[in-house]
């Protein structure tokens, strides 16, 4: 008892208490073990070695809170729509896992102000946001077990901070649509998708270049190929829509 005592007076006379709180009012509970927090929001980039030597980042937490968030949606969606098929389940599942949907629920919950990264790919559109996301559920969920970090998931966030009926008439498959525009006007589209290394040696990434005519029309990054291109896609549209206005 006296230990825990102590291990509080330390906590909130520290910069931590900042944190602690953060913590306590996101998942309305009082968080017990806090580094696995702090360890969940320090990027590959920002890395720091234990008392053994060893490297220590959110990579493994991240791992675990995919995991646990993707069960946790298909449960709620699974009850939400009991008369919808499989594909449609997919596909919303699939909205609601996206690295950009992930990033908007980041910063929409101020969990973007903690995170430790040591790389210039910062930006809203960097997969770093998402993947922290996922690490706090993955701390989460070792901390205080798989029904307090159901309840965080549906009611924080799915609840609370997610338009479900926006998502569902969204269609966020900006290559498909950007290859449906190219077929309708009969032009012809090509991507050009080169893999890079971030300055910290690191991170790899993926740059993708959209040509139509053999014009660029649009750019983009991100952790995959498949990301690259739908954040590429995104541009053009967004240029071809400027053009028409």
Not at 96 to 111: P, Y
Not at 162 to 169: E, G, I, M, R
Not at 215 to 231: A, L
């Amino acid at each position: 008892m006296i230990r825990n005592i102590a291990q509080k007076i330390k906590l909130f006379s520290s910069p931590r208490k900042e944190f602690y709180l953060f913590l306590k009012s996101l998942f309305n509970i009082t968080p017990n073990n806090i580094r696995l927090y702090e360890t969940a929001l320090i990027h590959r980039s920002a890395s720091k070695t234990d008392s053994q030597g060893n490297w220590v980042n959110n990579e493994r937490l991240e791992y675990l809170g995919d995991a646990i968030l993707g069960a946790v949606i298909a449960e709620f969606l699974y009850n939400r729509f009991p008369n919808m098929d499989e594909g449609f389940l997919t596909q919303m599942r699939s909205k609601l896992v996206n690295r950009s949907f992930l990033t908007e629920l980041t910063f929409q919950i101020g969990l973007n102000y903690y995170i430790q990264s040591n790389t210039n790919n910062t930006g809203e559109n960097s997969h770093i946001y998402g993947d922290a996301l996922e690490a706090i559920i993955g701390a989460l969920y070792l901390d205080k077990g798989y029904q307090v970090t159901r309840h965080f998931i549906i009611r924080k966030l799915l609840l609370q901070q997610v338009n479900l009926d926006k998502v569902q008439h969204t269609n966020t498959n900006y290559k498909s649509q950007l290859i449906e525009w190219s077929q309708k006007h009969k032009k012809e589209i090509n991507f050009e998708t080169v893999e890079q290394t971030s300055d910290d040696n690191k991170q790899p990434f993926f740059v993708s270049t959209v040509l139509i005519e053999d014009e660029v029309v649009g750019t983009g990054q991100g952790g995959s190929k498949k990301e690259s291109q739908q954040n590429a896609s995104r541009a053009a549209l967004v240029k071809l829509e400027e053009k028409v206005s």
